[in-house]
């Protein structure tokens, strides 16, 4: 069954190199984790799967790699700097502080209900652009990725002649500054998204807001998570953000509880309108506009009436590192063998995998069986599906273990019957492939090693 308790998801982050507290040798930066040798095979993993489904099995849409480092006017517009604010309260007994919609009414540091009033507290990072610090030269990590695609609009609309309906899809970092970075990697202060930004005509933005909910739960459940614990939630008009006309949080049932994995909203024209009014009262859009006729910058020309109209927006938006989270949690599985041992699993799916075999030689001191060992492990590296490990420990019933923790699929064992050293002639240039979650292995020609793999890792 899935992990328990986040403790567990933790322990075996740390111990095998998945994750590791930020800054950890100076006593950690609260709400920073570093991915491990096998954390960032497992990220890159998930955003080649969300990037391969999204850009290139479809043909509605475009990428996009927009600059972290933000204009203060792009946050002022779009209503980050008045609106992206959490309420911050502080103890008056052990003067700690805490979100106020977190904690209930009582501090959990010390149990007192003795706190102040909520006020607003901005959670985008400011920095200084240029050597001069001064009210014009700050700017923002940009707490999105949504505003590099909305201002790129006029640009990738001119380079690519697309029409309704596309979508600009982005994976990147984003900046909060947490009041109360929580749960490993489900909350932190600097994470990377995975958004699509998807422009449609007005009219026909709710029917396309129902089939991106349910084509993002479909992806969630290809990737492994189960449909017990995904939970799709309407959030109520009253707690919609400034900007959505609606919106359905996938939720996943994560260790801790049941929180949103994804979002999916129904901006309308908000951003787009934003940025095309502050155009105007800036003076921008008549020198950037080429048709004098359109009113708004950020519009496209509808192909039907030849009208300029600004299009609704329907975005996707997912965390990779709550993913990351949601996909260890599901594959995390602990059994009893018939011996009474115990082992521990990562049933990840194979194309997440961060290793896709381990190729390990039974005798560590044979020349011509570690030789051996190389080749193979070199020639399925070359197959081009993904990491393969070479695996010199000299205990083969460990190196299983490790590679089940780490959800390794394949086990390729390289023996004295491959290099022909046995009494079995017949069986020169076969290992043997042991299947991490059946255990169960068998005897395969080398020359069929590749594609075995490669059939399997879909």
Not at 25 to 53: F, H, R, S
Not at 219 to 227: I, P, Y
Not at 240 to 253: G, P
Not at 338 to 352: A, C, F, M, Q
């Amino acid at each position: 069954m899935p992990a328990q308790s986040m403790d567990e998801i933790v322990s075996l982050c740390k111990r095998r190199g998945f994750i590791f507290p930020g800054s950890d040798i100076y006593g950690g930066l609260q709400g920073t984790y570093d991915y491990g040798p096998l954390g960032v095979e497992l990220k890159n993993n998930l955003k080649a799967a969300w990037w391969k489904a999204n850009v290139y099995e479809r043909d509605d849409m475009e990428g996009l790699d927009a600059s972290i480092l933000t204009h203060k006017l792009v946050l002022r517009h779009s209503g980050h700097e008045a609106t992206f604010a959490d309420p911050l309260v502080d103890c008056k007994n052990c003067n700690s502080r805490w979100r106020a919609d977190h904690i209930g009414g009582e501090c959990p540091n010390c149990g007192s209900t003795d706190l102040t009033e909520p006020r607003p507290f901005n959670m985008m990072f400011k920095t200084v652009v240029g050597p001069i610090e001064d009210e014009e030269s700050y700017a923002y990590l940009r707490p999105e990725t949504a505003q590099g695609i909305f201002v790129n609009f006029k640009n990738i609309l001119d380079s690519t002649s697309r029409r309704l309906p596309f979508g600009i899809a982005q994976i990147g970092k984003a900046f909060r500054n947490e009041i109360t970075p929580r749960n490993f990697i489900f909350r932190v202060r600097e994470f990377e998204q995975m958004e699509i930004e998807f422009f449609v005509k007005p009219g026909t933005d709710e029917e396309w807001h129902q089939r991106w909910v349910e084509a993002r739960l479909a992806w969630w459940r290809e990737q492994g998570l189960s449909s017990d614990n995904l939970v799709p939630y309407r959030v109520p008009t009253a707690d919609l953000s400034h900007y959505s006309k609606a919106t359905v949080d996938i939720q996943y049932r994560f260790p801790h509880g049941l929180e949103e994995l994804e979002g999916v909203a129904n901006r309308t024209d908000f951003d787009l309108g934003s940025h095309s009014k502050a155009q105007s009262e800036l003076g921008i859009s008549a020198k950037v506009m080429e048709n004098e006729d359109s009113t708004a910058k950020l519009a496209i020309q509808d192909a039907e009436s030849g009208k300029w109209i600004v299009p609704f927006v329907i975005e996707p938006s997912t965390g990779v590192d709550r993913g990351v989270l949601a996909v260890l949690s599901e594959a995390f599985t602990k059994e009893k063998l018939d011996s009474g041992e115990e082992r521990i699993v990562l049933k990840l799916k194979p194309h997440l995998s961060p290793i896709k075999v381990a190729v390990i030689p039974l005798a560590r001191n044979k020349p011509e069986i570690t030789e051996k060992a190389k080749a193979i492990k070199k020639e399925l590296q070359s197959a081009g599906f993904g990491r393969v490990f070479y695996e010199d420990t000299g205990n083969i019933g460990k190196a299983y273990r490790r590679h089940d923790e780490v959800g390794t699929p394949f086990c390729v064992t390289v023996d004295y019957e491959t290099v022909g050293k046995s009494d079995k002639p017949e069986l020169t240039d076969t290992v043997t492939v042991r299947d991490r979650d059946s255990m169960k292995q068998e005897r395969l020609h080398t020359g069929e090693l590749a594609q075995y793999v490669q059939e399997r890792l879909k």
